[in-house]
């Protein structure tokens, strides 16, 4: 089976915002949330900037999942990362234990109280039957389910942002490094996975 | 450890510490510009950079957006899961085995003496609304704190998802709509309460003997004895500030606050509960079925001249002498007359 990863190209990232607003339209996202970000660093200092596009990497050992409070995560078969947002008690750990930001909270009431955890599912949907009406008024797209992999990186326009099996979207990494000679550095792929020696999380198990 | 590994931690700490040493982030970024047209690929600098958790530059409007990594939250996340967690729940779960041991061993402290039937005011009824709005709300807090905290591992197996979530969910609105209750009440608690917990020199007896707890033996105290003086200044006006303070900053996150913040205001918040909580463990056995009298005596705000000479004996010379202005039963048709 395969283990799904996302991958950003450094190197090919225009800061487009492309894969922010394909999220946004696949999966009709609660107001105030944004699943993905592009993030730019050294803005405007030419030669030095460089872009990355950002969303829960799906990590192999994941923080969220550790410390939510009322165990809503839970992995897929295929390395997805999900939560269950009838669990879900708004508590905000996910969001302070995350790497990447990915969990955000629309407001659910006066003073700032949050509502249900909202993240990107890898356009994998949720717990309810894939497909169904109630899956996507929740999570959004279930676009695994039909056999397609997340909008972001489908409407990449210079697929500098690679989803999918991991093996190959790193095959096609490796191949880009070894035309350019140099600079195999794949962001976030130590946090989000670990080390190449580390052993992977055991697919669909709760931790 | 090998030497050479040192010498490299070493160097790699100096490497770090050296961007710190005068150069600015222009420079910084002028190093990496510099680095792209030396080095093309070679993005270590920038990687570093990100690695720093600094704010860069994004479109999406809100709270540390920019901020690409973050690395403090896996930092909270061993404190929590690994040490506050189960040290947490662990001591308040001894804490409890004690306490019945030691009601097993020692059972209900009865008066000693017959009781009188004359009824001092000890409380006045302000002081018990006081006393009993922040016990409830404590309480209410520390149930629903418990169930967040440690009812994954504990009632989760037990009473299954759907169920555990709902009494989450409720524990979560609870804990933040009693939260500034508990807060208001305690701070009128603490002012009500500070003067007569102020330690006088007989306290020191008293702890060397431990209140007589262990032996039985008689020691004259104040109003408040030197165990309820420590409970109060340790318990009430340290821990439960620092609870009220680190909770206050986590029930607002309207504010701005950034996760660094939320998760400092979280550690402290979970310390301080944890130790508070198992300290009241002991405050509320005595104040119920570890010491006759002290529960009517919080109840009703009398208690007998006998139960005040023979727990707070300097108290009760001195509102027998007239120095401390207290009611008694004679004349207060409202008190209950029947103690006992």
């Not at chain 2, 999406?60 to 040490?83: A, D, F, H, M, P």
């Not at chain 2, 759907?162 to 933040?176: M, P, R």
């Not at chain 2, 009693?178 to 917990?197: A, E, H, Q, R, T």
């Amino acid at each position: 089976m395969a283990r799904m990863k996302f991958l950003c190209d450094a190197e090919r990232c225009i800061e487009c915002n492309g894969c922010v607003t394909a999220c946004k339209q696949e999966n009709e996202v609660p107001w105030g949330v944004n699943r993905r970000r592009v993030v730019t660093i050294n803005d405007g200092i030419v030669g030095a900037e460089k872009s990355i596009s950002v969303a829960c990497m799906h990590c192999s050992d994941a923080p969220c999942m550790a410390v939510c409070p009322v165990d809503c995560f839970y992995r897929t078969d295929e390395g997805v990362v999900l939560h269950d947002k009838d669990l879900c008690i708004g508590c905000g750990y996910c969001f302070y234990a995350c790497p990447f930001g990915a969990p955000q909270f629309p407001q659910a009431g006066a003073f700032g109280l949050r509502g249900k955890m909202d993240k990107c599912t890898f356009c994998a949907g949720g717990p309810e039957k894939d497909l169904s009406k109630e899956e996507f008024a929740k999570y959004g797209s279930n676009r695994l389910a039909q056999g397609k992999l997340p909008a972001c990186a489908e409407m990449c326009s210079t697929k500098a942002l690679l989803g999918g099996d991991g093996d190959v979207i790193a095959d096609i990494y490796r191949e880009r490094v070894l035309k350019r000679g140099k600079g195999s550095e794949v962001w976030g792929w130590g946090t989000a996975y670990g080390k190449p020696d580390q052993k992977a999380a055991p697919a669909g198990a709760k931790s | 450890m090998k030497p050479m590994v040192v010498c490299r931690r070493l160097f790699a700490v100096a490497m770090l510490l050296l961007p710190l040493a005068g150069t600015s982030v222009a420079q910084q970024q002028e190093t990496q510009q510099q680095r792209a047209q030396s080095q093309p690929y070679n993005n270590a600098p920038t990687w570093r950079d990100v690695r720093s958790g600094k704010e860069e530059y994004t479109s999406i409007k809100g709270r540390e957006t920019g901020v690409l990594v973050q690395t403090y939250g896996e930092t909270w996340r061993q404190l929590k899961n690994s040490w506050i967690t189960p040290i947490a729940g662990w001591l308040i779960a001894a804490v409890v085995l004690v306490i019945g041991a030691f009601y097993k061993w020692r059972g209900s402290i009865k008066v000693h003496g017959a009781p009188t039937g004359r009824l001092i005011e000890r409380f006045t009824p302000f002081e018990r609304y006081t006393h009993g709005v922040v016990a409830i709300s404590f309480v209410i807090l520390g149930v629903s704190g418990l169930i967040m905290m440690v009812g994954k591992y504990v009632l989760l197996p037990v009473i299954g998802y759907t169920l555990f979530a709902w009494l989450a969910q409720l524990s979560k609105h609870s804990h933040n709509f009693v939260g500034p209750v508990f807060i208001v009440s305690l701070l009128m608690f603490i002012v009500m309460f500070l003067k007569d917990n102020l330690p006088r020199l007989y306290d020191i007896k008293w702890f060397v003997k431990l209140g007589g707890m262990i032996s039985g033996e008689h020691v004259p105290s104040g109003r408040f004895n030197a165990g309820e003086k420590v409970w109060f200044w340790s318990g009430v006006v340290v821990l439960s500030l620092l609870v009220s303070a680190s909770g206050l900053v986590l029930l607002f996150p309207n504010f701005d606050q950034v996760r660094a913040v939320m998760i400092e205001a979280n550690v402290v918040h979970m310390v301080s509960a944890g130790a508070v909580l198992a300290m009241s463990l002991g405050h509320m056995y005595l104040g119920t079925i570890g010491l006759d009298g002290a529960y009517e005596a919080m109840r009703t705000g009398y208690v007998d001249e006998t139960w005040a000479k023979e727990h707070h004996e300097y108290w009760y010379n001195d509102v027998k002498s007239g120095k401390i202005k207290a009611g008694t039963a004679i004349g207060q048709p409202a008190a209950p007359q029947a103690q006992h």
